[in-house]
Nanobody
């Protein structure tokens, strides 16, 4: 099973940018779809973006389309989330996760999870 460690969170002003990274180990990274998720205070965990194992296919939540970009580097066993034009409502703990099934989207489709990284956007 893949082990995942997120990094890159922090405090940023509205309109700013952050890049999250998720390093994988202990499995075959190129054989799993990857996703980024977030959970705000008192809210359910929601899907933000996913990327296929090849990196050719991506999917985004409507709330982040045009602002966030998911990418992966299978040579480095790492998936990234570039977040631009950040808004206070993007404040949440961000998690990465791995899924064995193709086309995974909701959190329940993902079996391996990182510990999360806090992103706080001030207004």
């Amino acid at each position: 099973q893949v082990q995942l460690v997120e990094s890159g969170g922090g405090l940023v002003q509205a309109g700013g940018s952050l890049r999250l990274s998720c390093a994988a180990s202990g499995g075959t990274f190129s054989s799993v779809d990857m996703g980024w998720f977030r959970q705000g205070a008192g809210k359910e965990r929601e899907s933000v973006a996913t990327i296929s194992r090849s990196g050719l296919f991506t999917n985004y939540a409507d709330s982040v389309k045009g602002r966030f970009t998911i990418s992966r580097d299978n040579t480095k066993n790492t998936v990234y989330l570039q977040m631009n034009s950040l808004k206070p409502e993007d404040t949440a703990v961000y998690f990465c996760a791995a899924a064995g099934r193709f086309g995974a989207w909701p959190p329940k489709d993902f079996a391996s999870w990182g510990q999360g990284t806090q992103v706080t956007v001030s207004s």
